[in-house]
């Protein structure tokens, strides 16, 4: 007789657990480094938000392929699946949320800046995950996609004081 009859499910436990930590510590971590960035509360805990649920559900399918009804390469071949129509409906979004990303990352878009792109000049009064909004001269708020934005050609009239000498 085996010594240890539940030693596969602890073992898709622990598993599941460790990869839901690896996964909660990277978002901590990325929720940081926008904070440094300044992105809004808003973008922060979506970023975070987002990236937890992802690590469930690869944690949930690694479980349920160890001790699921169903074998390694079905799940892998569903999970494939399921990833695939995911990334596909979610294309535009997911090109958003990189672009946003990229604008934090070179520094070249902060809170308060005052931009134009394709025509239209505003103050930036919110870096969101998909869009940035802007504040025009005559009140109103126009949004842009941050893809818009990374495309360009977009004019930074206030970032020419924070940048001067690195470019």
């Known amino acids: ?12 436990i622990v598993v599941g657990a460790v990869i839901i930590s690896i996964g909660l510590i990277t978002a901590r971590w990325a929720a940081a480094r926008l904070l440094r960035r300044g992105a809004t509360p808003s973008s922060i805990r979506g970023t975070r938000i987002t990236i937890s649920v992802v690590a469930v559900l690869i944690a949930a399918t690694a479980v349920f392929i160890q001790i699921g009804p169903i074998g390694l390469v079905s799940g892998l071949t569903f999970s494939a699946i399921i990833g695939l129509a995911a990334t596909l409906a979610l294309q535009t979004t997911l090109g958003n949320i990189i672009a946003g990303f990229i604008l934090l990352q070179d520094r070249m878009l902060r809170m308060n800046d005052t931009i134009t792109i394709s025509g239209v000049t505003g103050r930036v009064v919110q870096i969101g995950l998909v869009t940035v909004w802007l504040r025009l001269e005559d009140g109103s708020v126009a949004s842009m996609s941050n893809s818009a934005l990374l495309s360009g050609p977009m004019i930074n009239r206030s970032a020419g004081d924070r940048l001067k000498g690195e470019y």
């Open 1 to 12: 007789m085996f010594a240890f009859p539940y030693l596969v499910e602890i073992e898709a």
